[in-house]
Structure formats: structure tokens, C-alpha cells
């Protein structure tokens, strides 16, 4: 059933090599029906245009360049071990000559919070609060992610919610036993578990309980867990 308002794709560089030291201008800060941020046109001097993440106090016609070479400014994208302690970034790659993978939504930033010249790792503090490690040649950009009013958007009905391709979600204790093991009397009664709540498979689900597996490959590059809100 077809429910939503019609959207088209942009392309969206998220790496940045093969464009180093040209210069570009900004030519147009644009909607994207994808995410939560705005994104930028970029007119790079050899007659390519590229869309990019639109960063924080972005303007208009304003000249910028990529690159080892370029300043420390909010656009400039470089490997970890050049960008200075204490600074904000985004876009962030996992592992070195990928693409960005982290904090790529509307009013988000990382922060590198020391650095180990030896082992050539990189600190960063993510937005969970959580302290990674990172290859120091691992490619960020210098800033914030921008369209920071974004947390600020009234849906005010339901069916803006069906534009945006958004379906409705019941909550579980209206369910059904049969449906949920949450499901059980009427209206907006309580869980009808006394023990725990539980998952569709029937396993307990408790704030106290921990999901992550102990053994997955990623846990080796946590410094320190992320702390509750």
C-alpha cells in the first residue's frame, strides 16, 4: 500500500580521497529525504559536483579545500594523527580507506580526547560517551553535523507521520497473549508479566540485563563502556 510522498536518492560522498587539495564552492544547501541532516552541493573546480554532509555554520558560496593541506576548519577532512586533540569530528571511518560509517545525523560530534603516537591510536569520545579506539589514519571531518533545530520538529499528526513513510506502532501490552507475552487485559492495563518484561521470543528484556555478547570482535577496541542517561 502506498502511503508516503515520493523520494529520490542522493548521492552522497562520504570519503573525500580523490577530491584532496582541489578547491571547491559551496553552491546550495539542500532537503534530503534520508536523514536527519541537511546536505551541500559542492562546485569543485574541475566541473564535478558532489553532495556532501552539511556541516555546522555552513554558508553559501563560500570557498573551501580538502586535503593535508587545507586549514583546520569545519569542512576539511583529514586522517586522525593530523587533526588536533580536543577537536570535534564527524563522519568518521571504522577502518582506514573506507567511507564514513559514525556520526553522520542532524547535531552530532565526536571528540578526540588523546592520542598514542607508539601504538598509532586515536581516542574518541562518540556521542554515547563511549571512548573507542581508532588507526590513527582513519578519516574524519573537522566539526559538527549540522541542522541542530532538528530535535525541535513538531510531527503535530498522525498522517505527517504516513509521508514520511512512517507506519504506526502498538505498544505490546495492548496485544494479544497470542501475540506478545506482554498481551493480557484490556485497554492500557499493566504487562501481564509479575516477573520481567520479555522479548516476542519470551526472554526477559530487563534494563539490568546486558545484550551485547561478551565475545564480539569490536569489544577489544572499547576503552571505556558508554555511561546511562
Known amino acids: ?129 563511549e571512548v573507542r579506539k581508532f588507526n590513527e589514519e582513519c578519516r574524519a571531518t573537522i566539526g559538527e553535523v549540522g541542522n541542530d533545530q532538528h530535535q525541535n520538529i513538531v510531527i503535530g499528526k498522525a498522517w505527517r507521520q504516513r509521508w514520511l513513510w512512517r507506519k504506526p506502532r502498538n505498544l505490546w501490552k495492548n496485544m494479544n497473549p497470542v501475540d506478545h507475552p506482554h498481551g493480557w487485559g484490556e485497554w492500557h492495563s499493566p504487562i501481564g508479566s509479575k516477573r520481567w518484561p520479555k522479548s516476542f521470543a519470551g526472554r526477559n528484556v530487563s534494563p539490568w540485563i546486558k545484550t551485547r555478547k561478551s565475545k564480539k570482535r569490536s569489544n577489544k577496541f572499547i576503552v571505556s563502556k558508554r555511561t546511562k542517561n
Open 1 to 129: 500500500m502506498w502511503w508516503g510522498h515520493k523520494r529520490l536518492y542522493r548521492e552522497i560522498d562520504f570519503k573525500w580521497y580523490d577530491k584532496c587539495d582541489i578547491p571547491a564552492k559551496i553552491a546550495s544547501i539542500e532537503y534530503d529525504p534520508y536523514r536527519t541532516c541537511r546536505i551541500a552541493l559542492l562546485h569543485f573546480v574541475d566541473w564535478e559536483k558532489r553532495y556532501v554532509i552539511a556541516w555546522k555554520w555552513i554558508k553559501i558560496w563560500e570557498r573551501i579545500i580538502n586535503g593535508k593541506n587545507g586549514p583546520i576548519n569545519p569542512w576539511n577532512r583529514k586522517q586522525l594523527k593530523d587533526i588536533p586533540e580536543w577537536m570535534n569530528v564527524y563522519n568518521l571511518e571504522v577502518t582506514p580507506f573506507s567511507s564514513g560509517k559514525l556520526i553522520k545525523s542532524a547535531w552530532n560530534s565526536a571528540t578526540i580526547v588523546g592520542k598514542d603516537d607508539a601504538l598509532k591510536l586515536v581516542f574518541i569520545k562518540l556521542p554515547s560517551w
